[in-house]
């Protein structure tokens, strides 16, 4: 196998995804990888290629520890506005790969934290609230 095959045996083995539902422009968006599989994921992609991850910067590709669904920590450009997702495609992994270190140049941002809003703290605390009364049934 090639190394292009072998990083999505890898991704498919992180992700359970059938290899045609996997989209090369969009792996992790395509995967289902997100959050705790995302750093999990990296994590055994270093290591299986020798890849130095200490450049990538996860905020500008995925939800890291956070709530589902809400993105807490994002870039802001220097106007202040939010950097959308930039989705990891299988090139930009195989170009890691080959050169040991990921190497995307991320533009000047700076690191803003948004709080949880009312709206998503009471949306947990009902999820939590209806799994504690099934638990009790």
Known sequence: MGLREDILALVIEHSGVRPEKLNPADIFGSAGIDGDDADEFLEAFAEAFTVNLDQFRYYFHYIGEEPPIYRRVLPVDSDGEEIPFWPITLDQLVAAAQAGRWHL?????????????????????????GFALLAAC
């Open 105 to 129: 140049p991320y533009p000047a941002h700076e690191i803003r934290t948004r709080w949880i809003s009312f709206p998503y703290l009471a949306f947990f605390a009902l999820m939590f609230a």
